[in-house]
């Protein structure tokens, strides 16, 4: 959401016409849910997938999608978009990864062994999908960004750790286990954040099913709009650019953002790096790839500044103002 106007360049002062969109908290119930998503605190037991239709199911919905799979046995964050919102299913997919593991250890090993032995797997490390994976098996390199130990108990190790989207935390388990010479598997593993997903944004099917009842059999819309959120959150942490009223629907129409169409760059847009487009109403346009710094951008007088490469929002929202 767009906060904090010390963020940004100020390339020109707009007004917005409060006749056309609508500010994200402010959208009627049935389109709230349809451009929003939920974090599902997942249980033990059922796949991605199947979360996934349970809340399609619940909010009788067209469409919905995760941003990243978990195993059965893996509790945790995940966070579920709803129709228009599953466009950003692709860029979320590859956020940072948080999760606390439970690895069983198959002999007796120093305290002082296990610590130097997972700090041998910070930074970037190699690693084979295990067999019980949906991708190829082939060696791939991925960074462990961070691992700490929150606890040791005879042979059990619970630790936390931060890693790039794609990690197995199971290999990672087992391939602790062969440096220690004594052997790992992983016991138990929870996803606590992905992106900017964290586990105090979560609610259990169960939560999201009662305040669907409460909207549907009492009118009461509150409880559905505390669990479900706006879309543009989900992008909060992607640098944005704010656009005039006048250009939105030619965006919508799969036009590039030109140097005219810009009022606001946030000061970290950098060239070949996703933005985020917004209106002046704080709803989400499009994303696309920076052309210019947001410095450049600032300066300049025309000329795409941001090259669109998937539309969110749909046509006519906004008035027609191009030829």
Known sequence: MITGKERFYVKEECETDERYGCYPFKRPIDEYVRRGFVCIDKPMGPSSHEVVVWVRRILEVKKTGHTGTLDPRVTGVLPIMIEHATKLVQILQGSEKEYVCLMRLHGNVRREDVERVLRMFEGKIYQRPPLKSAVKKRLRIREVKKIEILEIDSRDVLFKVTTEAGTYVRKLCTDIGEILGCGAHMQEL??????????????????????????????????????????????????????????????????????????????????????????????????????????????????????????????????????
């Open 190 to 323: 929870r996803r606590v954040r992905t992106g900017i997903f964290k586990e105090d944004m979560c609610y259990t099917l169960q939560d999201l099913l009662d305040a669907y009842v409460f909207w549907k059999e009492e009118g009461d819309e509150s409880y559905l709009r505390e669990i479900i959120r706006p879309m543009e959150i989900a992008v909060t942490d992607i640098p944005k650019v704010v656009v005039k009223d006048t250009a939105v629907d030619a965006l919508c129409h799969g036009a590039n953002l030109t140097a005219r169409g810009v009022c606001y760059v946030e000061r970290s847009v950098r060239r070949d790096g996703v933005v985020a487009i917004f209106t002046l109403k704080n709803e989400l346009v499009a994303l696309g790839k920076a052309t210019m710094n947001a410095e450049e951008i600032f300066n300049a007088k025309k000329g795409v500044v941001v090259d669109v490469e998937r539309v969110v929002m749909e046509r006519g929202v906004y008035p027609r103002a191009w030829k």
